[in-house]
Each structure stands twice: as C-alpha cells, then as structure tokens.
C-alpha cells in the first residue's frame, strides 16, 4: 500500500505504508545514529514525533525487550529509507510487527536524505503520515505539553532495596535511567512531577533525579519554585528534560533549536577539563547561554559543534545537569560514570547528615 509524507511547508515525499491505515500528525525530526532505533523509537522523549532516520536501512535486528526504554514505541512515525523484513534473532520481534503492536506507521522507500535536508533547512515542522495520500483537512499544532497521563493518581512506585534512596522525578523517564540507578545499589521512588513537597520530604530521599522527558521544559513552569527548593535541599541531577527543568528552576531561560540534537556522536566538551568525548542526545530544547548570568549556576559542558549548553553545575550545592544521555541507550557510553559521580555525592551528604 502507498503512503505518503508531506511536510506542513507542502514538500511531500511517498513510500510504502506499514501498518492500519490512517493519517497521524506529529513534528518531523531526524535521527543520525547508525544503530539504536529500538531505544530511540521507545523513548518517551520522542512521544508524538515522527522520526525520519538517516541510516539507509532499520529494522535488520528486530526488536529486543531488553532495549527498549518503555511499554512501547512512543514516536507517532517511522519514516526509512529500507525497512528490513528478513528474519531476525531468536527472541526478537521484527521491527514491522513491534510498530503494529504500538499501532505506529513506517513508511518506507522515502527519500530520507531529502526530507532531512528539507528539516535542516526550515526546521523542525508540523508533518502528516497518511495511507491515503490526501494532505491532513486541517492542520494540528505542535504538540509541545505532554498531560500529565500516568502521574493522575500520584501513585508512588518502587525499585530496588539499596542503600541510597533516590526520587526519580518521572517527567516520562528512559528506563535505562532506572537500571543505572539499580545498577548502583539504589533504592527508587518514582515520582510525579506533581507531588506536594510534605510527600517529597516524607520519603526521606537521599538525592533527586530530575529525568528526561517530552516536549517544552516550559510546561513546567508552574513548579519551578518548587523544584529549585528541592535542589536545595537534595543532591540532585538533571538529564536532559530535566537539565533543561532544574536549569530554568533557577532562573535561567530555554529556547528551541531549529532542527535539534538527535544521534549518537555528538561531541561535548568539559569546560573545566578541556576533555571531549561522544554523547548520546535526543533534544530540540536548549538553556540559553546568556540566561545563565542570571542564575547561580556555571557551565560545565558545551556542544563542540555548535557551542550551545550541555551540562551545569551549582557551585556550591550538589546539583549537576546534563543536556546529553548518559544513561546511552543508545549511544557511547562514556558518560556512564556520571551516575557513579553523583551517587557519591549523595553517599557523601549522607554520611555527613548520619553524624550531623
Ligand atoms: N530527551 C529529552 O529529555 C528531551 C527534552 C526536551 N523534550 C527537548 O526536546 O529538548
């Protein structure tokens, strides 16, 4: 069956559809990283998106449920150059069938370099993906608010029986945030962005994680006073959403890129240190450089290919935050020890705050 791609500035691009038929709409946006598609397409991150990938052919190892970074795949699209349907590992779910089960459209046989060239142009942009090759009745906006879907009962989840007790403040957390957090001997409460401070404080956390998430940091707004309270008062660390949430809770401003940060090389470099190394990113949102004076936090990390921020750190409170992935699912995993370095500084307050 034919399907088609047009881009809200009328450019449209065909292909094969995959999947019911329908029309979805959702921001195009690409992603440049050679493997990785099933942590990119199941991150909620990219919740209502349409993911165009550069890679000329996805799908040729399937779909692993240890990958994936939640229930199931949260971009509204797929557009591939090659959509591969040969057989794949034992124990994998071909990649046409996992996007059936989340009710998610490939298109395939598209011109992908051409629909990312046209992005890199004009931007990030409102797009359709439709069985039908008709353009939408009506146009929808961009999504950029996410409602608050699993955070409605204000139920607390658990993991792990560690020693260091740490709130993941869920704003639609990856989950190998989680197992990183498991890996070092955490206990985790998960929490809704939306919790009261008395139940924050009841827990008796040792450290916070402000997690990733979708959309616009600004949609949080209303909590910024609350948030930077708890960053007060807790270590905390902040991952992309979450750098973006902590570094406006004190007082710095965002703003949005044209076309983003999604792949699985982007260089960063630690100011303090000189030291580059590859990062994991998925982000069209960035803290703006020049809001920072305005804030009592410092640059710790800058994109080496654009200059834009990458990573914060309060100078005297244990707060850090990164733009990029450290938890690098997909991606390099030279960040990892990120996780270590915060974990020990919430060992650290911990300690201080037994003999206190
Ligand atoms: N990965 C993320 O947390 C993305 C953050 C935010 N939604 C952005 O696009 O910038």
Request: net charge negative; glycine share 8%; proline share 5%.
């Amino acid at each position: 069956m034919a399907g088609m791609l047009l881009l809200s500035n009328g450019q449209a691009f065909t292909g094969q559809w995959h999947g019911i038929s329908a029309e979805i709409q959702g921001e195009i946006v690409f992603y440049t990283g050679m493997t990785g598609y099933e942590e990119v397409l199941t991150d909620p991150s990219y919740k209502g998106q349409i993911i165009v990938f550069s890679y000329p052919l996805i799908g040729q190892y399937g779909f692993q449920i240890k990958h994936i970074q939640s229930e199931k795949i949260q971009a509204a699209g797929i557009v591939v150059s090659e959509l591969y349907e040969g057989p794949v590992e034992k124990g994998a779910i071909p990649l046409a069938e996992f996007a059936r089960g989340s009710n998610v459209p490939i298109l395939s046989g598209v011109d992908t370099r051409s629909v990312i060239q046209t992005v890199r142009e004009f931007g990030t942009m409102q797009s359709s993906m439709s069985s039908k090759e008709t353009a939408p009745d009506h146009w929808q906006p961009l999504q950029t608010h996410f409602p608050a879907i699993n955070w409605t009962n204000q139920e607390i989840m658990q993991a792990g029986a560690g020693s260091l007790h740490i709130g993941l403040i869920d704003f639609h957390y990856k989950s190998s945030i989680l197992t990183e957090l498991l890996k070092h001997n955490c206990k985790v409460s998960i929490l809704p962005p939306t919790i009261s401070t008395e139940a924050l404080d009841n827990l008796q956390l040792d450290g916070l994680l402000f997690s990733n998430g979708p959309g616009d940091p600004a949609a949080f707004k209303h909590s910024f006073s609350v948030y930077r309270d708890w960053a007060e008062r807790y270590p905390s660390f902040g991952i992309c959403l979450g750098h973006q949430v902590l570094a406006s809770a004190f007082g710095a401003k965002t703003a949005k890129l044209s076309y983003g940060h999604r792949g699985a090389n982007h260089p960063v470099m630690n100011v303090k240190t000189g030291h580059v190394s590859m990062s994991s990113q998925n982000h069209s949102y960035v803290v703006e450089e020049k809001s920072i004076e305005q804030t009592p936090l410092a640059v710790l990390y800058t994109n080496v290919n654009d200059g834009s921020i990458e990573g914060l750190y309060h100078p005297s409170l244990s707060v850090t935050t990164v733009q990029f992935h450290p938890e690098a699912a997909p991606g390099p995993a030279e960040h990892l020890e990120l996780f270590s370095k915060f974990l020990s500084t919430v060992q650290q307050k911990k300690k201080v705050k037994i003999h206190a």
